[in-house]
T-cell receptor, first 110, second 116 residues
Framework: RKEVEQDPGPFNVPEGATVAFNCTYS??????FFWYRQDCRKEPKLLMS???SGNEDGRFTAQLNRASQYISLLIRDSKLSDSATYLC???????????FGKGTSLLVTP | EPEVTQTPSHQVTQMGQEVILRCVPI?????FYWYRQILGQKVEFLVS????????KSEIFDDQFSVERPDGSNFTLKIRSTKLEDSAMYFC??????????????FGQGTRLTVV
């Protein structure tokens, strides 16, 4: 089983739509969870950390279900600038490494 | 805004040659990392470095690879004898604290290594 699994997409949505991404992870001991964003051929950039109680940052909402080892990201009112690959990231057993999913590609169209 | 900087942005090398990829982490950060991303694949962890020693390394980080922090600002990745399959984007990252505790890791813009 892969450490972090994501639906690769692509998700093609119109501007203003709501879109949800899901991710599962295999290491039940993981303590830190993140969503990173990666634009084409660029470095990953932190979008938001994911907390057990769920958290929201503007149009973005992240949720964590430890029992199911499942993380989600909801984007409301999609903008053209949201077009990117969204990476689900979970820390390793030791905590020093980040394990990345392969990413979910989002294209927001006018 | 402080950022991680990497040089060069693109390096082409012949198979069997040694390459050194250079990084300047954010100045007050204590944890340093190298990751790589083969085209079309996921970002993969190579090595983490803390307190002047390797704190964790992946299976990819074999004897061909080494890291060094030669002074107070630079962090380097050396590949001794490059192979075709080493062609990838190499990202340096740094963090103020331990990512296992939820601290954000900041990534440099990457060095694209092409082995011919």
């Amino acid at each position: 089983r892969k450490e972090v699994e994501q639906d690769p997409g692509p998700f093609n949505v119109p501007e203003g739509a709501t879109v949800a991404f899901n991710c599962t992870y295999s290491n039940s001991a993981s303590q830190s969870f993140f969503w990173y964003r990666q634009d084409c051929r660029k470095e990953p950039k932190l979008l938001m950390s994911v907390y057990s109680s769920g958290n929201e940052d503007g149009r973005f909402t992240a949720q964590l279900n430890r029992a199911s080892q499942y993380i989600s990201l909801l984007i409301r009112d999609s903008k053209l600038s949201d077009s990117a690959t969204y990476l689900c990231v979970v820390n390793s057993n030791s905590g020093y490494a980040l394990n990345f999913g392969k990413g979910t590609s989002l294209l927001v169209t006018p | 805004e402080p950022e991680v900087t990497q040089t060069p942005s693109h390096q082409v090398t012949q198979m069997g040659q040694e390459v050194i990829l250079r990084c300047v982490p954010i100045s007050n950060h204590l944890y340093f990392y190298w990751y790589r991303q083969i085209l079309g694949q996921k970002v993969e962890f190579l090595v983490s470095f803390y307190n002047n020693e390797i704190s964790e390394k992946s299976e990819i980080f074999d004897d061909q690879f080494s890291v060094e922090r030669p002074d107070g600002s630079n962090f380097t990745l050396k590949i001794r004898s490059t192979k075709l399959e080493d062609s990838a984007m190499y990202f340096c990252a740094s963090s103020e604290g331990y990512t296992g505790g939820g601290t954000e890791a900041f990534f440099g813009q990457g060095t694209r290594l092409t082995v011919v």
